[in-house]
């Protein structure tokens, strides 16, 4: 089996990683040991942050959809309770985009979850 030299690919990783690299302070941008070390925690908080952005959004959207709902004299949970029996299928990122941007589309859907919730 002939002997197969990589370097045609581990010069384009390198290449990738010090362009990558290129933000850093000092040596982590110019030596390759730093600036790889860099990039890889870089690469793996941005992995892991993609899944908690998800997770930071729905906790920011639920706490101004309560803060809405109580101005409406209803508790998340029954807000959200009382829109599921009426049929309501609103998300939860809508839902906060309504309390935010128009109070009054909400306090309808809120006056809805109260129906359904008097119905039940």
């Known amino acids: 089996m002939p002997r197969v ?19 850093a302070f000092g040596g982590r941008s110019k030596l390759w040991g730093p600036a790889k070390e860099t990039v890889e925690r870089g690469w793996v908080y941005a992995y892991r942050d993609r899944k908690n952005k998800k997770r930071e959004f729905r906790r920011l959207w639920i706490i101004r959809i309560n803060a809405a709902a109580h101005q409406n004299e209803l508790s998340y949970n029954a807000l959200i309770n009382g829109l599921k029996k009426a049929g309501v299928e609103v998300d939860r990122k809508i839902l906060a ?20 919730l008097a119905a039940a």
């Not at 384009?12 to 362009?19: A, G, L």
């Not at 935010?100 to 359904?116: I, R, S």
């Open 5 to 23: 030299k990589s370097n045609v690919a581990k010069h384009k990783r390198k290449k990738q990683v010090m362009k990558a690299a290129r933000g």
């Open 97 to 116: 985009d309504l309390a935010v941007t128009d109070p009054m589309a909400f306090a309808a859907l809120a006056e809805q979850a109260k129906k359904a």
